[in-house]
């Protein structure tokens, strides 16, 4: 039998600055698994655009406004997540996980536009909530002083998730079905790791909180009451914060392989051979940020980070020499990456136990509904400017709010989570 409170290796990848037991090893791995496979499933619309806008015939202002049509999920996604607060993350976590397999798989065999959008649609759903979960549970499970490693770590999974899906993406002119074999070799993993997560125990704090009898509605509106009363300063800049975010970032992020394969006239595996090795050094980078931030601070970390990202995708889209494509798709996308954990980081930080699942929900949906309204608003840009580029600078214009937002909220590096809620 497994010793949980034994000290947990890592040898699989970077170690921790401080111990860890293998209880929190085997969640992070469970855990983990799903952020790689979701960073593989949620980046093959963002890779495959251009073949999947030609079996479909998506006109060229509506590429933006299909991927909106999917951001509308993050509203029931955010309904699943916050439940948790009310029936723990375990048996949540047990049912995003298969749905989401169930719907990746679904997305393969869609036999027109409308099942395609309806298909990833419910991928979203449940890959949005999952999402939102993953880092809750790493937040409540990782002691104090490797919160920042555990983010970055995540992060980096991400990252070789979508590394694995440009590598395959490379092929798609071969693989039989093109686009639709992507998406059946990302469902297959995530029924094997719904298989596993049966061993996925319930998070220590959520577990060791006093539950009480109240109906669920009521306990709901409670909660929401009280934790607006306790702390509206925060809630405020965080959700300032996260809105100006997902509306600057979300259009630059989708359209840039796009972007590559339309106007610089990549080939797809030329596309590879740009992410993976960016991918590569983006992973070493958001590692590095994490474990920084545990030392310096979030805050100087999300500003930086965030400001990086921004600068970056700005001059991705404004006619950069070819020359510099490589290095600044690799550093906007560690900016994005990285500067997303840090912002929501922020939510899961600053809050109570109770609170933490719901809050980490409202995050993803006002962060994910600016960046749907931010995707509908490029096709109008789009038919104004008769380009991408200049109507994805237009939207990055909200970047500083994000910055002046994350100055009004408390530093919670180094801080157990008791300390920074009083929860």
């Known amino acids: ?49 251009p073949q999947i806008q030609a079996t479909f015939h998506i006109p060229e202002n509506q590429i933006a406004l299909t991927t909106a049509y999917f951001r509308l999920a993050a509203v029931f996604a955010m309904l699943i997540a916050a439940s948790a607060d009310l029936v723990g993350r375990r048996r949540l976590l ?31 759903v449940f890959g949005y909530a999952e999402e939102m979960l993953c880092f809750v549970v790493i937040v409540e499970e990782v002691t104090a002083r490797a919160r920042g490693w555990a983010n970055g770590t995540l992060t980096s999974m991400d990252f070789v998730g979508a590394g694995v899906a440009s590598l395959i993406f490379a092929a798609v002119t071969v693989l039989p079905g093109g686009w639709r074999a992507l998406y059946v070799m990302g469902a297959v993993p995530l029924f094997l790791v719904a298989f596993l997560r049966r061993r ?26 009280d934790m607006v009363r306790q702390y509206p300063g925060r809630l405020a800049a965080i959700f300032i914060a996260v809105s100006a975010w997902g509306f600057a970032i979300s259009a630059a992020t989708l359209l840039a392989s796009k972007v590559l394969q339309s106007d610089y006239h990549y080939q797809p595996w030329q596309t590879t051979a740009l992410f993976v090795p960016g991918g590569l050094i983006g992973l070493g980078l958001a590692i590095a940020a994490g474990r920084l931030s545990d ?13 990086l990202c921004g600068v970056c995708f700005y001059l991705f889209y404004g ?18 990456f990285s500067g997303d954990v840090l912002v929501a980081g922020f939510a899961l930080e600053i809050v109570p136990t109770h609170y933490r699942a719901t809050v980490s929900g409202l995050r993803y949906l006002v962060e994910i509904s600016m960046g749907a309204l931010a995707l509908m608003l490029e096709g109008h840009l789009y038919d104004r400017f008769h380009a991408h580029g200049p109507a994805i600078q237009l939207l990055l214009a909200t970047i500083p709010i994000t910055l002046i937002a994350l100055l009004f909220l408390p530093e919670p590096a180094g801080k157990t989570l008791e300390e920074m809620s009083g929860g």
Not at 319 to 336: H, V
Request: aromatic share 16%; charged share 15%.
């Open 94 to 124: 047990l049912v995003t996980i298969f749905g989401q397999a169930v719907f990746t798989l679904a997305t393969a065999f869609a036999d027109g536009y409308a099942s395609f959008v309806w298909a990833q649609f419910f991928t979203r």
């Open 1 to 49: 039998m497994t010793n949980d409170s034994a000290p947990a290796r890592f040898l699989w990848l970077l170690r921790p600055p401080v111990q860890i037991d293998r209880r929190t090893e085997r969640i992070f791995l469970l855990i983990g698994s799903a952020v790689f496979f979701a960073g593989y499933d949620m980046n093959i619309f963002f890779l495959a655009a």
């Open 200 to 225: 996925l125990p319930e998070t220590a704090r959520f577990a060791a909180q006093e539950h009480k009898t109240k109906s669920k509605f009521t306990e709901t509106m409670d909660m929401l009451r």
């Open 295 to 307: 030392r310096v601070g979030r805050k100087p970390m999300a500003i930086a980070i965030v400001t």
């Open 319 to 336: 006619g950069a020499p070819a020359w510099a494509m490589p290095i600044l798709w690799t550093l906007a996308f560690f900016g994005f």
